[in-house]
């Protein structure tokens, strides 16, 4: 991306009731002052206050903002418009014929990181927020914005630095009697124990910021449209005594001990003749086999042995066996199949709170989940991982001996860990970052 134009586009939706058009850019006080008129033009003098005038004839707020103190550490020009897109595009407009050009995806928060508002990881935590479907995830997002995250893998980079110029040292000096530390390779494997704790963050980080697909999933009738609309809040799904109502998987998002789900219900699993119930049918295979937690919703007022047989046989690996119905059968003995059982009732709701913690359990192997206070993404793991393979073997190198190589490897280490916030990044990995971002953001 090109630093150093000025560049302009809509920081919020077109459509609302206010649009803000940001500029960025050596040229955004021109810029903004020939969109924009007041009783008096943009300046430093009012730098940071906002004003009110015109563009066209159209009334707008606007806002100057000098560098290096704006999000982007260039000078910014915030023009708030009305936000129906005639107005919003008419600002737009006329920014363009002042010069600007329109920003690339991600481009404003590009610039924070190139100068230096923003790292790499908050840089991503920028796109988080944005796409945060949960309370938790955007608090997670906040955290990370806020440097916590950074702040933790900055420490770790400089812990490695310190254990390099040991390793050089005992090259530069080998004759010397200098006061080496003797516990190089016990501080290299509480390195590697910290990473171990990050990356075990993933799995729930990625729930956060993606969420799950949960797949309702057992024979018609067993409730599973009722369970969706319990755990959704609302009525989604018709419901109905009569079998193979549901004949396409019904899907809706909801939140669930705070990690965002898509809900999926799917048509009851039997035979049929039914060449539309058939179809329904093959859909409710490829949901469950697509699917990352299965609650298969058992009838105990049915065939108790029909219904576990088919449990064992269909359900995938890790699905929770949810016995429905609990307020017909209060008493019932039921068969336990050999994984995670509950009993619940759809339609009283009792015992729902059993079958959420089953969903933490099998998640993330925790009673109750709560939020990490950081969570690495993928980009991030991956690069931890790398520097933990370092870490393994600069650790063998200086027992050997090898101080050399223990020094390289430790280099090697810091590397892949700098690429997380950025301290060493190529254009490659920038383009991989910021593509998935909004224009605007």
Same mark, same amino acid.
């Given at each position: ?14 459509g ?6 940001r ?7 021109t ?15 009012d ?6 005038g ?13 560098g290096?103190?704006s ?6 020009v ?17 920014a ?12 404003f928060t590009?610039?924070?990181?190139v100068?230096g508002?923003l ?7 920028v796109?988080?927020?944005v ?9 997670l ?10 702040e933790?893998?900055n420490?770790?980079?400089?812990r490695i ?26 501080e290299?494997?509480? @390195? ?23 797949v ?9 449209s ?56 093959e ?7 697509a ?9 105990p007022?049915?065939d ?15 699905a ?31 015992n ?7 969903f ?9 989940p ?9 980009r ?38 700098g ?10 990995? @920038? ?8 224009i605007?953001k």
């Open positions: 991306m090109n630093t150093s134009d000025t560049i302009a586009a809509p920081a919020t939706a077109i609302g009731a206010v649009t803000i058009i500029i960025a850019g050596p040229g955004a006080l810029a903004g002052n020939t969109v924009w008129h007041g009783r008096r033009p943009l300046s430093g003098a730098a940071r206050k906002m004003q009110l015109k563009i066209g004839g159209d009334p707008a707020l606007a806002v100057y903002m000098p290096p103190h999000y982007t550490g260039d000078d910014v915030e023009l708030q418009c009305h936000g129906g897109a005639a107005a919003a595009n008419a600002a737009l407009r006329a363009f014929a002042a010069g600007c050009r329109l920003a690339e995806p991600g481009e590009f610039r924070a990181f100068n508002k790292d790499l990881l908050q840089s991503e935590a796109a988080d927020l796409s945060s479907g949960s309370e938790a995830a955007l608090a997002a906040e955290r990370q914005l806020a440097g916590t995250l950074s933790k893998l420490s770790v980079i400089d630095d310190d254990l390099r110029s040991e390793c050089e040292a005992r090259l530069d000096f080998p004759d010397e009697d200098l006061d080496f530390s003797s516990g190089i390779a016990a290299i494997s509480a @390195l590697r124990v910290e990473l171990h704790r990050l990356l075990a963050t993933r799995s729930l980080g990625d729930s956060l910021r993606d969420g799950v697909r949960v309702l999933a057992g024979r018609p009738n067993a409730g599973k009722s369970l969706l609309n319990r755990l959704a809040g609302f009525d989604r799904a018709i419901v109905s005594a009569i079998p193979g109502t549901t004949r396409d998987t019904v899907e809706c998002d909801a939140v669930l001990r705070g990690i965002p789900v898509k809900l999926i219900d799917t048509a009851g699993l039997r035979e049929s003749t039914d060449a539309v119930e058939q179809l329904g049918i859909r409710s295979r490829r949901s469950i086999a699917a990352q937690i299965t609650f298969w919703v058992l009838d007022t049915g108790l042995d029909a219904e576990t047989a088919e449990f064992n046989q269909l359900a995938p690996p890790g929770i066996a949810v016995w429905n119905k609990s307020d017909l059968v209060p008493e019932m003995r039921l068969p336990e199949p050999a994984t995670e059982t509950v009993r619940i009732s759809a339609r009283t709701g009792a729902l709170d059993e079958l959420l913690d089953a933490g359990r099998t998640l993330c192997a925790a009673e109750h709560e939020p990490p206070e950081v969570a690495v993404n993928a991030c793991a991956a690069a931890l991982e790398s520097a933990d393979r370092s870490l393994e073997q600069a650790s063998g190198q200086f027992i050997s001996a090898n101080f050399e190589l223990a020094a390289a490897e430790l280099a090697t280490a810091a590397h892949a860990i690429t997380t916030v950025g301290r060493t990044a190529d254009p490659d990995l @920038l383009d991989r970052v910021f593509q998935n971002f909004c605007g």
